[in-house]
């Protein structure tokens, strides 16, 4: 899978995102080692906290599926109707969700077009992880 295609597909699943009171729409496309890519937007709450974000929905898509070794996540965020003008990077919340099963090495890439992009590890992201093997 190239990186561009997974950032197509995080712009598709942006336009599910359900925002009506932020306004602020994000998409994830995140690819299993398995080949499989699992796609998810933000869904927010009338109560705001149960707001979920499209990090963790892609997420809990595919571990609800079975899987549980992740290579790589693109992300994808703007105002609704608006081009994205900067990147969106994982909240701290979704940094240890992914931490749990994509580890320090999960690329992460963070983009405003297919052509226009960063990418970075989760382990840049979140220096000194707590995960897993600190309760071996
Ligand atoms: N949001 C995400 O879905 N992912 C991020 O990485 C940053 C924030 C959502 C949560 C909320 O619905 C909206 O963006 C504004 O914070």
Redesign the pocket.
Known sequence: MDTKELIRRAFEARKY?Y?P??H???G?ALLAKSGKVYTG????SASYTP???????ALFKAVSEGEREFAAIA?V?SKEGEVNSLI????GV?RQALYEFGGPDLAVIMAKSEEDYEETTLGALLPYGFGPANLA
């Open positions: 995102a925002t009171y932020s602020f729409q994000v994830a937007c933000n869904i927010e707001t979920n974000c499209a990090e963790r929905t992300i965020g969106t990077a994982p909240c979704c």
